[in-house]
């Protein structure tokens, strides 16, 4: 927890939180802190600074705030990704947000495995979980918003062609002849397939609709993994 993320339900007056949960956990525990330190806060869609603990013990974490710096910037990228097995979108989600994209997209594609839109991991309070997580790791606080599209032609025929209108479409693929760009300039949406990969007419209506297949090279990461070597090669360098 490199930040500790506030919300309004936790300001007991204009300028002090009282906190209770995880967060209190942590701050006795990890950051071992005392009544007197200052400490990394964020407010949650709001600005960063810092917080002086007032009161501090088994029941309660008092702190001062004083919240006067924006967040970081943004990584200009929408991730699309096919639904993947719950543990994997978990960690996209965290690495994802840790790396700075606000808009996730998750779509059906032929080989995502239907159950997978069922798991609890896609409850609204799980997804918000992992996402502030994603937050509290790379000192940020603007929570990104999180899409789903379980029709893949409903969304080629709205959302993509919007956004292949908007940015410049990336979709990932092993065997692709181009290689990933290295910090585009330009808004950016990245494509990445499910574990057992794209089928062939996917690929097809992918680029169809706007889409350029691009590759890390010949090595076959698995989503997680390459989604965020896929974020490396865009985030600004
Ligand atoms: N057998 C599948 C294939 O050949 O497409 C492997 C799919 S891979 C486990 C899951 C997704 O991660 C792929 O659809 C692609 O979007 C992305 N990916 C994995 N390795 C990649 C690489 N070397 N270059 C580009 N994208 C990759």
Same mark, same amino acid.
Request: hydrophobic fraction near 45%; proline fraction near 0%; avoid cysteine.
């Given at each position: 927890m490199n930040v500790i993320l506030v919300e309004p339900?936790?300001?007991?007056?204009?300028r002090r939180v009282r906190l209770t949960d995880r967060r209190l956990t942590h701050v006795r525990k990890v950051h071992r802190a005392a009544v007197g330190d200052t400490l990394r806060v964020g407010q949650v869609d709001g600005a960063l600074g810092r917080g002086r603990v007032v009161r501090l013990d088994r029941e309660a974490l008092e702190l001062e705030l004083e919240l006067d710096e924006p967040p970081p910037p943004a990584l200009d990228v929408t991730l699309v990704v096919a639904l993947p097995r719950p543990p994997s979108m978990r960690k996209v989600l965290q690495q994802g947000t840790a790396m700075g994209v606000k808009r996730f997209v998750f779509v059906h594609c032929a080989? %995502?495995?239907?159950?997978?839109? %069922?798991?609890?991991?896609?409850?609204p309070d799980a997804i918000r979980r992992d996402l502030l997580l994603g937050l509290e790791q790379a000192r940020d606080t603007a929570l990104p918003r999180v899409a789903f599209e379980r029709r893949l032609a409903e969304f080629l025929a709205g959302r993509y062609e919007a956004l292949a209108r908007e940015s410049l479409v990336l979709v990932a693929h092993p065997?692709?002849?181009s290689p990933c760009p290295r910090a585009p300039t330009t808004p950016v949406t990245l494509v990445v397939g499910p574990e057992g990969g794209f089928i062939p007419s996917e690929l097809e209506r992918l680029e169809r609709a706007g889409g350029r297949r691009v590759t890390l090279g010949p090595r076959i990461l698995r989503v997680e993994t390459a989604t965020v070597a896929l974020l490396a090669r865009l985030s600004p360098s």
């Open positions: 339900a936790d300001f007991v007056d204009a080989r %995502t495995e239907k159950s997978y839109w %069922t798991a609890s991991a896609l409850e065997d692709a002849a």
